[in-house]
């Protein structure tokens, strides 16, 4: 049977301009074609040469970091900008969700926007009647149904688009990150939905950051990177190959997102390094250098969680035991050691939070800091990256014995 | 599952229309206009009577002003009558203009995340102005009775062309206009102005046969809505325009609709990229 999807080629030219803001002036055109001298725009591939194909009913995981041309391919397969180079043959109606709720429009009910939503996503109006019941159930806001969407809390508009965006029922199905928003517990549900989703047949193609999620709905994963196709294949693979991918390319503090003005890290190291990867060999101890401004009076605490696959193992933070230090509003060295319990060897995350409890999370650092751990003395049997049958911290115990008597 | 739809997605090749994937969308032109309909009169305490009212507060300026006090002639109709029926196919153009040129911009966060054919924009938000129009035709008849004004049977055939040449003047400056206010947002400050200018170059308020010199005429007559005014007004009147002006109105017409048309879906691949 002939693949579903055929990407061939792609390349994908955005025009930067160092000089406008953003769009285009009439003046700025009309000035610079006066000017001999070139215009100062740069040339930029979002996406370089890509190719694969996709056969009907599989599940696609696209994975990438920020940049590196995810949401620019499934524009194109959206047909919403067209490739620079290179074709698509489709044999398959795309519908593609590139943001929940598409369209919705304040001053509209909830009934009215899901008439208009779905019709955008290109579902006919017949089409929504039949299924507007179920799509009101499971949105779960029929009590408001007739009020203007503008009285909707977020969460509600949410789950009000999600719903309509979950019966569409295209051949193929691309899904842009939308998951990144809502309470867990919708997540979940919407998570659900897709994994039945994927199960009837159709084929999906999926960008996200979730590595669990992922890991839960696609069969197969394209790893990108820089515009680029580096790897694909079994979803575990590319994943795999993704967060090791990511080690040691970056220093911590390119890392950090920084929130409000309450303070400023100015540069982290672990260890004596500044660099994003982290690799301990027998020592279980780490060592943090922070260096950071604060900028008001600040109850500052630095908390650490250690995450595995997603799953918190272990954290520091000391004003649980309620030994908080208050800081001036001036730059400060601030050295910590903190001691990691007995792990199993393998990689690990940090997360990196800058705070002062219950008042401001400031800065944060999150899923980019890898921890490799290798624990020498059980590394012969213990380092089995494949299967994690042990879990993640080695406990300490005794035995004792007493012999009793004879068989 | 359909099995035989196969489609290639490619850089741009030019192309004019095309129909089959306008009329495979076509629920949307409806659910567009709906939303905008909808949404101008939400929260209004007076509704679709705004319709009504805007372009008889118009007239009632207009008579006041250029009717009383200027005294310009109006070919045998009560000024009233001459200057409503003027405004009232005028309008489809000047709001169905407007919407349509900012259409795009307006709808810009759709644009970026959902493919259709772009056109159905721009169409959608003039046949808004369609509906307005329609809302005050009704009080256009109302006057029509109140003055016993004699109404020719032709009526049935010049009133549907002149609503035809009014929407093809607005789409083919619109959809151009649309295009080119997404890359330059300049022309979101042009549009309120060329349409003013545009009013005093159409004979709306005023008979062509007011200007001394025939080559001024002439040039009126490039106005893509002079067909429109003069249809609209012909069972009224009943004098027959200067045919010469007629061919140039249609003329100007029909480049206009080319000229933005094609413009439009020349640049449509890329207003995600510059919206």
């Given at each position: 049977m002939k693949p579903i999807l055929e990407i061939q080629n792609i390349s994908k030219k955005f025009r930067i301009s160092h000089q406008t803001g953003g769009y285009l002036s009439l003046r700025e055109r009309m000035v610079n074609a006066l000017k001999f001298e070139k215009n100062s725009t740069e040339d930029f591939w979002a996406l370089k040469d890509v190719s694969f194909e996709v056969q009907a009913g599989e599940s696609i995981g696209i994975i990438g970091r920020n940049g590196a041309g995810k949401s620019t391919l499934l524009k194109i397969l959206s047909k919403i900008t067209p490739p620079t180079q290179g074709k698509i043959i489709s044999r398959g109606r795309i519908a593609s969700l590139l943001e929940v709720g598409t369209g919705f429009h304040p001053e509209l009910t909830g009934r009215e926007n899901i008439f208009l939503n779905g019709s955008l996503l290109g579902m006919k109006r017949k089409e929504i009647e039949s299924k507007f019941d179920e799509i009101v159930d499971f949105s779960g806001v029929e009590k408001f149904l007739d009020t203007p969407l503008k009285h909707y809390s977020s969460g509600m508009q949410l789950r009000l688009a999600f719903a309509v965006a979950a019966f569409l029922e295209p051949e193929i199905l691309i899904i842009d990150e939308?998951?990144?928003?809502?309470d867990a517990e919708f997540q979940k549900k919407c998570l659900g939905k897709m994994e039945d989703v994927s199960k009837s047949g159709r084929t999906i193609l999926f960008v996200s950051h979730n590595l669990p999620s992922l890991k839960a709905i696609c069969t197969k994963g394209f790893l990108l990177d820089k515009g680029i196709l580096v790897k694909q294949g079994e979803i575990e693979n590319v994943i795999n190959a993704y967060t090791y991918d990511r080690t040691g390319y970056y220093k911590i503090l390119d890392s950090i997102k920084h929130s409000g003005t309450h303070g400023k890290v100015n540069n982290v190291k672990i260890n004596g390094s500044d660099q994003s990867h982290v690799l301990l060999l027998e020592s279980k101890s780490i060592h943090l250098d922070v260096d950071i401004t604060f900028n008001r009076k600040t109850a500052f605490e630095l908390q650490v969680h250690v995450k595995k696959d997603d799953v918190l193992v272990c954290s520091f933070a000391r004003f649980v035991t309620g030994s908080t230090q208050i800081f001036e509003p001036m730059r400060y060295n601030l050295e910590y050691d903190i001691e990691l319990p007995d792990l199993r060897s393998g990689r690990y995350k940090l997360d990196i939070f800058f705070t002062e409890p219950f008042v401001a999370l400031f800065a944060r650092s999150e899923n980019d800091v890898q921890l490799e751990f290798v624990n020498e003395g059980h590394h012969v049997f213990l380092n089995t990256p494949a299967y994690n049958w042990w879990g993640s911290v080695l406990l300490e115990g005794k035995m004792k014995y007493n012999l009793i008597g004879e068989s | 599952m359909q099995k035989d739809i196969e489609y290639v997605i490619e850089p741009t090749e030019k192309k004019f229309l095309n129909f089959a994937v306008l009329w495979q969308y076509r629920e949307l032109f409806y659910f567009f206009t709906w939303r905008d309909i909808k949404i101008k009169y939400k929260q209004t305490a007076l509704g679709f009577l705004w319709a009504i009212l805007q372009p008889l507060l118009m007239m009632t300026i207009f008579t006041l002003f250029f009717g009383r006090a200027l005294n310009i002639p109006s070919q045998n109709l009560p000024y009233p009558v001459y200057v409503f029926s003027g405004l009232l196919i005028w309008n489809i153009f000047s709001t169905g203009l407007n919407n349509a040129a900012n259409s795009m911009v307006n709808n810009a966060s759709i644009i970026k995340k959902i493919y259709f054919p772009r056109l159905i924009v721009p169409v959608s938000s003039i046949l808004v102005a369609l509906f307005d129009f329609l809302m005050a035709l009704i009080l256009f008849i109302g006057i029509l009775i109140f003055y016993q004004q004699p109404v020719s049977w032709t009526i049935f055939f010049y009133w549907p062309m002149a609503i035809l040449f009014s929407i093809i003047a607005t789409l083919g400056l619109g959809s151009w206009l649309a295009a080119l206010n997404v890359k330059y947002r300049d022309f979101r400050y042009v549009i309120p102005f060329l349409i003013q200018v545009l009013f005093f170059l159409t004979p709306v308020i005023y008979p062509i046969s007011l200007l001394k010199y025939p080559l001024l005429q002439y040039a009126l007559a490039t106005s893509p809505m002079y067909i429109a005014v003069e249809f609209f007004r012909l069972p009224l009147t009943g004098t027959l325009p200067n045919m010469d002006f007629v061919w140039i109105s249609l003329a100007s017409n029909v480049i206009f609709l080319l000229i933005g048309v094609i413009y439009f879906r020349r640049t449509e691949d890329f207003f995600a990229d510059f919206a």
């Open positions: 939308v998951l990144a928003v809502g | -």
